[in-house]
């Protein structure tokens, strides 16, 4: 069943949309531009018809949400998604950071029946690879999670959560994975280096750097 590129667009960036929200960050067609690697002029044309067609209200000095509509469209979406990245990386063998991009192309595809016995046969999964609770299922973030940037030095962690903002970079997805920064894996904060704003993080006696703003973005519990 083939999908309209005009529809593959709105889907697109209700999900950003969403994604944004989700992480607590305003949204604005500046963030939107960048994220979706269009021009002002494509994403201002972009959410008109998206306001027009009930998706998204504009709100104080801009701001950008999601309608009833738009929200539950958004939530459907990032479900699928999310299934898909997680068929993908159990039982394909798909790397952990390239799941997003092939789940990207994917995801525009499924259909309600598709979603639902896809979602049967992973066993109602709670959370995705990257962390992030499904929508429709049970799963919850921690309520002791903090992110990586305001642990103290020495601190020992177990990551939990990779923010949605940092999906769409492949190359910073492979250095995660290829330093066990991934959910469920345990790491120290060794240092904090003022500088060059950045974190020293210890596994297995192999140490390595990491900027603030990425750490700002990941989700741990402390010692777990």
């Not at 500046?30 to 690697?37: I, T």
């Not at 299934?83 to 798909?94: K, Q, S």
């Not at 109602?124 to 799963?139: E, M, Q, V, Y």
């Not at 190359?171 to 904090?192: A, C, D, S, V």
């Amino acid at each position: 069943m083939a999908v309209e590129r005009s529809s593959i667009v709105i889907e697109e960036y209700l999900q950003a949309i969403y994604a944004f929200s989700r992480g607590d960050l305003p949204v604005k067609s500046v963030q939107l531009a960048e994220r979706l690697a269009s021009s002002p002029s494509t994403v201002h044309a972009t959410l008109g018809r998206m306001q027009r067609d009930g998706f998204i209200e504009m709100g104080y000095k801009k701001q950008i949400a999601l309608t009833p509509k738009g929200l539950l469209e958004a939530e459907t979406l990032t479900r699928r998604h999310q299934l898909v990245e997680t068929f993908l990386c159990d039982h394909l063998g798909i790397p952990w950071h390239e799941v997003h991009q092939h789940a990207h192309v994917l995801e525009h595809g499924l259909t309600p029946l598709v979603e639902e016995r896809l979602a049967e046969f992973l066993g109602f999964p709670d959370n995705c690879p990257h962390g992030s609770p499904i929508p429709g299922g049970l799963g919850r973030l921690p309520e002791q999670m903090v992110f990586l940037d305001q642990l103290p030095v020495g601190q020992e962690f177990s990551v939990v959560l990779i923010q949605e903002a940092l999906e769409d970079q492949p190359e910073l997805m492979e250095f995660l994975e290829r330093h066990h920064l991934t959910p469920g894996e345990k790491l120290q904060l060794r240092e904090r280096v003022e500088a060059t704003n950045s974190l020293i993080l210890n596994r297995d006696n192999q140490p390595f750097s990491l900027p603030l703003s990425i750490a700002a973005l990941i989700g741990v519990v402390v010692g777990a």
